[in-house]
């Protein structure tokens, strides 16, 4: 299993998660989130995010390196879409 995490400073950490999870939770029923955490069910693995008071902390996990990198992409280009009022920087590390 291949993980590739983010940690991306902000202080709308909550906000964007919870506009993540909703525009996700209709293509993905098995979603759950709550304001710190969500569990998004992604078709190449799960994404877990977590809000902290200065930062969204996102996991990804899959099984190919193909799969990772279009997670990371989808992903960033989403949040970067809802946080258009900041520019945020999202570096991902790969474990495994």
């Given at each position: 299993m291949i993980m590739s995490r983010s940690?991306?400073?902000t202080e709308h950490a909550s906000k964007y998660l919870t506009q993540l999870s909703k525009h996700w939770s209709h293509r993905?029923?098995?979603l759950t989130y709550n304001a710190e955490r969500a569990d998004i069910p992604l078709p190449n693995g799960p994404c877990i995010l977590e809000a902290?008071?200065?930062h969204l902390r996102i996991t990804l996990s899959g099984a190919s390196e193909e799969g990772i990198s279009r997670m990371e992409q989808v992903v960033a280009d989403h949040l970067l879409r809802f946080a258009f009022?900041?520019?945020l920087e999202i570096v991902w590390?790969?474990?495994g």
């Open positions: 940690e991306v400073r993905f029923p098995d902290g008071p200065d009022r900041e520019p590390t790969r474990e």
